[in-house]
């Protein structure tokens, strides 16, 4: 029953910002990990950058410099700022959480599309 809602997507121009959205609700574990993965057509998905309850970061290194994840645990909400971006950035992204109750559980997002053009 837990649901991730993602919104902030959109078209842009290349050296332009977005910043994307994405609250958790439902039954998460107090230690968790939210994060961003995005998919290009023909492409496998990958990880775009991660953060932890206590606020560790992990980010791609092609994005490293222009985007900047960050959360409110209160509102179990993870956010994207999204600078600088290129053509290459074009992709649908997607929500991800980790939970762990028990086991891992990985919880995703529908996506959103981040479209890159002039």
């Known amino acids: 029953q837990v649901q991730l809602v993602e919104s902030g997507g959109g078209l842009v121009q290349p050296g332009g910002s977005l910043r994307l959205s994405c609250a958790a609700s439902?039954?998460?574990?107090?230690?968790?990990?939210m994060g961003w993965y995005r998919q290009a057509p023909g492409k496998q998905r990958e990880l775009v950058a991660v953060?932890?309850?206590?606020?560790?970061?992990n980010y791609a290194e092609s994005v490293k410099g222009r985007f900047t994840i960050s959360r409110d645990n209160a509102k179990n909400t993870v956010y994207l700022q999204m600078n600088s971006l290129k053509v290459e950035d074009t992709a649908v992204y997607y929500c991800?959480?980790?939970?762990?109750?028990?086991?891992?559980?990985?919880?995703w997002g529908q996506g959103t599309q981040v479209t890159v053009s002039s």
């Open positions: 439902g039954s998460i574990s107090r230690f968790n990990v």
């Open positions: 991800n959480v980790e939970s762990y109750i028990g086991t891992r559980h990985d919880y």
């Open positions: 953060i932890t309850t206590g606020g560790n970061t």
